[in-house]
């Protein structure tokens, strides 16, 4: 047990301080093939992790010294650099955070890791629900890593992985598919996307991507279009005779000046999905939905598919709700075990509430973002 020093103010009494935040952290590198942890990368990496403890926390009472891992992948060796059990406490995280960041960042920029940075691991308790500690490893890596923001996907309820997020719409107008992102597109984009991903060189000056307009009441349009260096009509005829798109040419200073405007084809494919999981933004944290809790959610929509934010359903209403929604799988409709579990998800991960033995939709309900969540190495790799 953790001992926690008491202190006598005068006139006060023994004041207990607060308790210092444990943090567990672990960085990984991209893999490489030639790669490999000889003497010389170790004594290197010993001396860097020396200098950084003797003017930092690196050597503190509850350890946190550096040490890298090493294992195979493929055909290549990954490296990662972990510290565990980092004690730090109120009013000195965020200088002493910053000095592990620039430690993980160093390894990669003096060769001593395999590769760039691939994913940055944070463990601590609770680590989902204690917004002040998260809220300074944001600050802290864009300091380090150039004002980027982040996110954090929740593992765990103690674990975060810090990313990036690219946000398609909000929750409710992907359960209600009345966004730009509609299914009706789906078989369109993969057709394009299977004929590039087969033609490889003939497209390689050129990037792809969809312009999604509202249509009013109905299906959303979309525009196929493509930038460069100057108009193809080479390319924009074997894309029409190949999957019958006709694709029209941006200037790339006006594709620059209405980028929001202008979507990647595997990422309006993956917000149109009506299969599988989802990755919901809450806030800054990330959480994956499976699909058998998006079927749920419909639990909680009206016959209109507007969300009831001012009822709350009894146990006996859901259930009878569940016999007769087309969004459960017919194999589950019956079942009340079904149905526990996978409310006690919804509950404890926000996205429902139980109060008196109700239950209703979580008042932020509505401020939910649909996205996708990316690694720090895979967010500038991702294929337009």
Request: charged share 25%.
């Amino acid at each position: 047990m953790t001992a926690v020093p008491r202190i006598t103010r005068a006139g006060v009494g023994p004041v207990a301080m607060p308790k210092p935040t444990m943090f567990d952290m672990a960085t990984h590198y991209e893999p490489s093939a030639h790669f490999k942890f000889s003497r010389r990368v170790r004594n290197e990496f010993e001396a860097l992790a020396r200098d950084y403890s003797r003017n930092t926390w690196l050597m503190g009472g509850y350890g946190g010294k550096p040490v890298m891992q090493t294992d195979i992948q493929g055909i290549g060796v990954a490296s990662r650099v972990e510290i565990g059990r980092l004690s730090l406490r109120e009013g000195s995280q965020g200088t002493l955070l910053q000095s592990a960041f620039e430690f993980f960042r160093e390894c990669g920029d003096r060769g001593l890791a395999s590769g760039p940075i691939d994913r940055i691991l944070v463990h601590f308790s609770k680590a989902d629900h204690r917004p002040r500690q998260r809220e300074t490893l944001r600050q802290v890596f864009g300091d380090v890593f150039g004002g980027a923001e982040c996110s954090f996907l929740a593992r765990e309820r103690d674990l975060l992985e810090m990313g990036r997020c690219v946000a398609y719409q909000s929750l409710i107008q992907y359960l209600r598919e009345d966004g730009l992102y509609h299914s009706a597109h789906r078989g369109r984009i993969e057709a394009l996307q299977r004929h590039l991903h087969q033609e490889v060189g003939r497209y390689e000056n050129h990037k792809f991507y969809v312009r999604p307009e509202a249509v009013e009441g109905g299906v959303p349009r979309v525009v196929f279009c493509y930038t460069g260096a100057s108009p193809d009509r080479r390319a924009e005829a074997f894309v029409e005779a190949y999957t019958d798109e006709m694709v029209q040419y941006v200037e790339p200073q006006e594709f620059q000046d209405h980028r929001d405007g202008y979507v990647g084809l595997r990422d309006y494919e993956r917000a149109s999905r009506r299969f599988g999981g989802l990755w919901i933004l809450q806030g800054d944290v990330v959480r994956h939905l499976m699909a058998q809790q998006v079927g749920v959610l419909y639990l909680f929509f009206d016959d209109q598919m507007t969300p009831a934010f001012d009822r709350s359903f009894t146990w006996d209403e859901l259930v009878e709700r569940q016999r007769r929604s087309a969004h459960i799988n017919r194999a589950m409709r019956n079942s009340q075990t079904f149905l526990e579990m996978v409310l006690e998800g919804l509950v404890s991960g926000g996205f429902a509430e139980e109060a008196g033995g109700t239950f209703g939709l979580a008042a932020e309900f509505s401020e939910y973002q649909h996205v996708t969540f990316y690694p720090l190495g895979d967010y500038g790799k991702r294929a337009q």
